[in-house]
């Protein structure tokens, strides 16, 4: 049976229709990574803080990456941060001190490149948010705050620190020691991080 102009009009509708909800879809779920790609960035930009005895200064990126792993999904926080390494390795100076490619290939590479290994673990380990209450927002805070610390700190500085160490090649012990002021600073921002994200979860 041929078609009718009425068939042929509600079909174009249902068509146009599917397409308008898919775009929806994809925009709900996409500009979440961009934004955090956007604090990524900005974190790097707004201002760093040399460290003595390594080459790599303390920025807020971290403190960035561990609240995408506690507010996204693995793969929106997976997203957010391969896109901002993609971004750096294209060339646009999106890295601390406004470098790029390069420090992909420096001192700081396996502190980024650990980046995305360890906001996939924070995604995972976190959990669902626990029912209401008090104890269960304690409950939550103190999950978050170990995933944070698992993937945040462990993974990322397990990446940064051998990296460092077979690219510099200073030993593992001595990478370590000088990076004692990152780990604790970045336990700290775990901690923040944790409670931020418990907060904006209890919120929701």
Do not use: C, H
Not at 64 to 75: E, K, N, P, Q
């Amino acid at each position: 049976m041929s078609n009718t102009p009425e068939t042929t009009a509600r079909t174009t509708e249902a068509t146009e229709s599917k397409t308008a909800s898919t775009a929806r879809r994809v925009a709900a779920v996409s500009w979440k990574p961009v934004l955090f790609a956007v604090l990524m960035w900005v974190s790097a930009a707004a201002g760093q803080i040399p460290v003595p005895g390594t080459p790599v200064p303390i920025t807020l990126q971290t403190f960035v990456v561990m609240l995408a792993g506690l507010m996204l999904t693995w793969r929106q926080a997976g997203a957010a941060v391969a896109a901002y390494l993609a971004a750096g390795a294209a060339g646009l100076p999106v890295f601390a001190g406004g470098a790029s490619t390069m420090a992909l290939v420096g001192p700081s590479a396996g502190f980024l490149l650990g980046f995305l290994p360890g906001v996939v673990v924070i995604a995972l380990l976190k959990g669902s948010k626990d029912s209401k209450g008090k104890s269960a927002s304690i409950l939550t805070a103190l999950r978050y705050f170990a995933a944070a610390f698992v993937g945040g700190v462990v993974v990322v500085y397990t990446f940064g620190i051998l990296i460092q160490s077979t690219l510099t090649g200073l030993p593992v012990a001595a990478v370590t020691a000088a990076s004692m002021a990152f780990i604790i600073g970045d336990i700290v921002k775990a901690f923040v991080a944790s409670l931020a994200a418990a907060g904006l979860a209890r919120l929701r």
